[in-house]
């Protein structure tokens, strides 16, 4: 059965808790972190997301059940969580020059709906 | 209760040959995962100076849900004539923090891919009964077979999945703006490094998200 999922304060760190269930499901060291696993929980459940202030009180709250239609997005894009070698502010301009320099940014053989499977050469 | 690290529901540790040879297919793995929105994970990130490479391994693996084992490479090396053990030995310790870790990692999840199916059975039969998928032997083939698993675990009726042949041809698009990429940054386009190659890929990815 789907629970909602509640982000709560736990001591000084933040927990994601099922409703109605004792323990928590997992501990987190920011509030941030307990969204994000709570959201994923709440999206498999097609439950609801009820983000906790820190002295208890609902800030906000997200539905994955109820709406019918919600609007479709791509993924948010994680980057990866320690730095390489190169500055990433460098890597972001190289790369955005790139795609400004090719045109590639809304390049329509991105968007499957203008033309899904456009003929290739598949060969690497 | 062990703390969940951040993003644990969303990474995915890549335990695959690092080679020359492998390349094209790793890189194509790291596309494929970030382009679904998750994070590609594996042993060459960089690591604090002085943490042992196992140390690091073990965790990488505590901190992702997802993990892909390729152990297509598990044969005798042609320089040194002896078997390859790390990609058998990384699945283990994979599947035993499944099996041994908190509540979160119980729940683990694992594509094991080889050149066929079975062919596995015969050099680490232990692990007998566990999906073994063949991922093929072009690029376009492993970005499906990594695709069609994780798209799994995505609701489509939220968030857009974009079709294995999408992915290829957003790849193919990204190869062809690389060697700009290199040539602007200085970096050896035979040599890349992987997280400033991931930094990169999320980086056009986000540029270029999926319509």
């Known amino acids: 059965m789907a629970k909602n999922q509640h982000v709560v304060p736990y001591g000084s760190e933040w927990a994601v808790r099922g409703e109605g269930n004792g323990r928590p499901t997992s501990i987190h060291r920011t509030q941030a972190e307990a969204i994000d696993a709570a959201r994923e929980i709440a ?11 820190s002295d208890g009180r609902i800030r906000d709250r997200d539905s994955y059940g109820a709406d019918p239609l919600p609007p479709k997005s791509p993924r948010k894009v994680l980057f990866p969580p320690t730095p390489g070698v190169t500055d990433p502010d460098k890597i972001r301009t190289a790369v955005r020059e790139v795609l400004s320099e090719r045109g590639d940014k809304g390049n329509p053989r991105s968007d499957p709906r203008s033309d899904p499977f456009p003929p290739r050469d598949r060969r690497h | 209760m ?14 695959c040959p690092f080679d020359e040879t492998y390349t094209p297919f790793f890189n194509a793995i790291v596309f494929t995962v ?52 790390n990609m058998p030995f990384e699945l283990g310790l994979d599947l035993g923090c499944q099996r041994f870790g908190n509540s979160l990692q ?3 999840i694992s594509l094991v891919l080889d050149i066929e199916a079975h062919r596995y059975e015969a050099f680490i039969s232990d692990v007998k009964g566990q999906d073994v998928t063949a991922r093929g032997n072009t690029v376009p083939e492993v970005i499906e077979v990594v695709r069609d698993w994780l798209r799994n675990e995505l609701d489509p009726r939220i968030v857009i999945i974009p079709s294995g042949e999408n992915i290829s041809n957003r790849y193919l698009d ?8 290199c040539t602007k940054l200085k970096w050896n386009p035979n040599k890349l490094k992987f997280a400033d190659f991931s930094f990169a890929v999320a980086t056009w990815i986000e540029a270029n998200p999926i319509v």
Do not use: W
């Not at chain 2, 943490?51 to 997802?66: A, G, H, P, T």
């Not at chain 2, 990204?174 to 990429?181: G, K, N, R, Y």
């Open chain 1, 43 to 53: 999206r498999n459940q097609r439950s609801e997301l009820i983000i906790h202030r």
């Open chain 2, 2 to 15: 062990a703390k969940t690290p951040a993003n644990f529901l969303r990474n995915v540790f890549i335990n």
């Open chain 2, 34 to 85: 970030h382009d679904i929105g998750f994070r590609p994970r594996c042993a060459l990130e960089a690591s604090n100076a002085g943490q042992f490479r196992l140390d690091k391994i073990v965790d990488i693996i505590s901190e992702c849900k997802y993990s892909i084992h390729d152990l297509s490479h598990t044969a005798l090396d042609a320089a040194t004539g002896l078997p390859r053990f």
């Open chain 2, 106 to 108: 119980n729940g683990k």
């Open chain 2, 174 to 181: 990204f190869q062809m703006a690389l060697p700009s990429i």
